[in-house]
């Protein structure tokens, strides 16, 4: 489990579409140096699927989150293989916030 007591800095924000077909986040904010240390991920507009193993999620395959959920990725390696996809016929924005 990552030390809580330590102060972690937003570096970089962004606002994810996530369509008919799988997405992940933007490795320009991932792989950078030093390192992320996390991704919160802010759930909104419709309901989704996500896995984080490098595999494609599919509609009715990985975790379901819905509007307002929140999901944490720990480390570039997880924050890496993030994959999302919705589950139904509305696209949902993710709100990324990266910090280390």
Not at 25 to 45: G, H, Q, R, S, Y
Request: proline share 6%; hydrophobic share 35%; aromatic share 8%.
């Amino acid at each position: 489990m990552p030390d809580t007591t330590e102060i972690l800095q937003v570096y970089a924000e962004e606002d994810i579409t996530v369509a008919a077909s799988s997405t992940r986040l933007t490795l320009t904010n991932v792989l950078v140096a030093p390192p992320l240390k996390k991704v919160e991920l802010f759930i909104e507009d419709a309901q989704i699927r996500v896995r984080t193993d490098g595999s494609d999620p599919t509609s009715s395959v990985g975790e379901i989150l819905n509007p307002f959920d929140r999901f944490t990725c720990w480390g570039p390696q997880q924050a890496h293989d993030f994959r999302a996809i919705r589950t139904g016929g509305t696209s949902a924005t993710i709100r990324a916030r990266y910090l280390r």
